[in-house]
């Protein structure tokens, strides 16, 4: 009302500019209400454009989403354009189906180069993206009579078979100190008195982001009886690094190094397995 004099704009520019309109609402009005030669993409004109075409990119991809929009300008700019955008629509929601396309009854049958291939079904390509999870977790370095405490995890799964220090997941709103504390308690049987936290280390496996809380902890109360691993072992340092281990293990137990002045843990360094705190 107060930029355009109560009128709407007729293209699709300035129609973009207005609050609530993107670029697919205003290629529609300004091509079927006002004949403007602006192009309309939803996902039909993709299909059809992707067939015609036999665009095997991925239609997930900004840049091939672009050449879409720009072929859809160039046809645009013919003669009555708004019904050249319906129509493209329509075909795809009717005629040019995800699955079995009616190719037979298509207008644009004798051009379509997925039809000439056979391979109008497999089009377009959309690559499905698994979303990376984030998983905060605390591991422990707890040592007695100068052997540290080491589990396997089961077989199956993540790291499956793999030694690491012993630890957990950190649940909702629990501080990574009272995890740690509910994770030796509740799979190993442990209590520890006190637990500094050294640090955290970050691990990207292919979907999921671990960010692990390391902790050294005073020597622990009782012994473990309970079995929620594969096995556990008191090793000295030196065997702990023959243990195959995963990649957070390794770099939990290189940040347990770090800061350390005696030579042989300097030595270890490099192998990324602590010779205690
Ligand atoms: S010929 Fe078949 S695949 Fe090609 S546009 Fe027409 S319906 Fe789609």
Known sequence: MDEHAGELPRDAARLRALKG???????????????????????NVVRVLARLLAVRDDVGERAVMERFWDV???LARGVRPGDLNQSLME??????????????????QKDCEAH????????????????TRNITAVAGWIVRRGRALVVQRPEDGLLGGLWELPGGDLEDDATPEAALHRCLDERLGLAVA????????????THRRLRLHVFRCQE????????????????????????????PTRK????????????????LRGRAAPHGP
């Open 116 to 131: 000439r291939r056979g391979d109008a079904e497999t089009l377009p390509k959309r690559t499905r993206r698994t979303r």
């Open 220 to 247: 622990p109360s009782g012994r473990v009886h309970r079995r929620d691993h594969a096995a556990h072992r008191w090793l000295s340092p030196a065997a702990l690094c023959e243990l195959p281990q995963g990649g």
């Open 194 to 205: 006190r637990a500094t936290r050294v640090g955290e280390i970050e691990h990207l496996f």
């Open 91 to 108: 075909l795809g929601a009717t005629i040019c189906t995800p699955r079995a396309p009616r190719c037979p009854e298509c207008p644009l």
């Open 72 to 74: 859809a300008g160039t």
């Open 252 to 267: 939990a137990l290189a940040l347990l190094c770090e800061g350390s002045a005696e030579p042989h843990r300097r030595r």
């Open 21 to 43: 309109i993107g670029r697919y609402t205003a290629g529609a009005v300004a091509s079927i209400a006002f004949g403007a030669g602006e192009p309309v993409v939803d996902g």
